[in-house]
C-alpha cells in the first residue's frame, strides 16, 4: 500500500531560520500531493497542495514542489516565525486500487521556533 | 463558511456497545471521508462517501460501517465495541471526488472505551 516517510523530529529552530521537512512517499498511480499543519489546539488545516509533476504549492510563505522522479514533496520556508510552531503532517492522496482517494499521512513533524 | 462539524464532541461508551457519530460536510461538498487516529498509530483511513456511494474502504473489519445521507451528511457506526476502538475520529469533506480537490477536516469526535 502507499507510504509516506517525514522527516523525524521535533525540529526545533530559532525565528528567521529556514526550515526543510523532508517528505517521500510511495503510491499507487499518479497521486495528489498535500501538506496539513496542527497548530496547537486546533484541527488539521490544509497547508498547500501539488497535483501534477513539478508543480509548486505555496501558502502563507510554505512551498512544496511535486518531484515525481524521486517522490519527494519536501516542504520549506525561507524565515519561519513563533507562530509556525506547530505539527507539519505530508499526505499523497491515492489515485487508484485500494488507495483510491484516500490519504496516506507520515508521522507529523514537530516544528518549534523560538524567539 | 461553516466548515466541517462533527457531533458528538465526546462519546464514552462501554465494551460491546454501539457508537454511532455524526458528520456535516461543507456546503456544496458531496464526498465525505472519515479517518481514525488511534494513540501511537497515525491517522488510519477508514471509508469514503461519495455521491451517497461507498467508494473505497480501509482496512478496518466490517463492525465498521456507515452511511451517506441525500444532504451529503454521514454517519459513522461502530458496533460491538472494543477498547481498541478509542480514538479521535475524524471526518472530512471534499467538493466531490477528483483526486485534485483537497480534503477538509472537521475538528473529530473523541471516543472513549471504558
Known amino acids: 500500500g502507499d507510504s509516506v516517510t517525514q522527516m523525524e523530529g521535533p525540529v526545533t529552530l530559532s525565528e528567521e531560520a529556514f526550515l526543510t521537512i523532508n517528505c517521500t512517499y510511495t503510491?499507487?498511480?499518479?497521486?495528489?500531493l498535500f501538506w496539513y499543519v496542527q497548530y496547537p489546539g486546533e484541527g488539521l488545516q490544509l497547508l498547500l497542495k501539488?497535483?501534477?509533476?513539478?508543480d509548486k504549492g505555496s501558502n502563507k510563505g510554505f512551498e512544496a514542489t511535486y518531484r515525481k522522479e524521486t517522490t519527494s514533496f519536501h516542504l520549506e520556508k525561507g524565515s519561519v516565525q513563533v507562530s509556525d510552531s506547530a505539527v507539519y503532517f505530508c499526505?499523497?492522496?491515492?489515485?487508484?486500487?485500494?488507495?483510491?482517494?484516500?490519504?496516506?499521512f507520515g508521522q507529523g513533524t514537530i516544528l518549534t521556533v523560538h524567539p | 463558511e461553516a466548515g466541517v462539524t462533527q457531533s458528538p464532541t465526546h462519546l464514552i461508551k462501554t465494551r460491546g456497545q454501539q457508537a454511532t457519530l455524526r458528520c456535516s460536510p461543507i456546503?456544496?461538498?458531496?464526498?465525505v471521508y472519515w479517518y481514525q487516529q488511534a494513540l501511537g498509530l497515525g491517522l488510519q483511513f477508514l471509508l469514503w462517501?461519495?455521491?451517497?456511494?461507498?467508494?473505497n474502504r480501509g482496512n478496518f473489519p466490517p463492525r465498521f460501517s456507515g452511511r451517506q445521507f441525500p444532504n451529503y451528511s454521514s454517519e459513522l457506526n461502530v458496533n460491538a465495541l472494543e477498547l481498541e476502538d478509542s480514538a479521535l475520529y475524524l471526518c472530512?469533506?471534499?467538493?466531490?471526488?477528483?483526486?485534485?480537490?483537497?480534503?477538509?477536516f472537521g475538528d473529530g469526535t473523541r471516543l472513549s472505551i471504558l
Open positions: 456546503s456544496g461538498h458531496t464526498s
Open positions: 472530512a469533506s471534499s467538493l466531490d471526488g477528483d483526486s485534485n480537490q483537497p480534503q477538509h
Open positions: 501539488a497535483t501534477k509533476a513539478d
Open positions: 462517501y461519495d455521491e451517497g456511494e461507498e467508494r
Open positions: 499526505a499523497p492522496r491515492g489515485a487508484g486500487g485500494t488507495s483510491y482517494g484516500k490519504l496516506t
Open positions: 503510491a499507487t498511480g499518479y497521486p495528489s
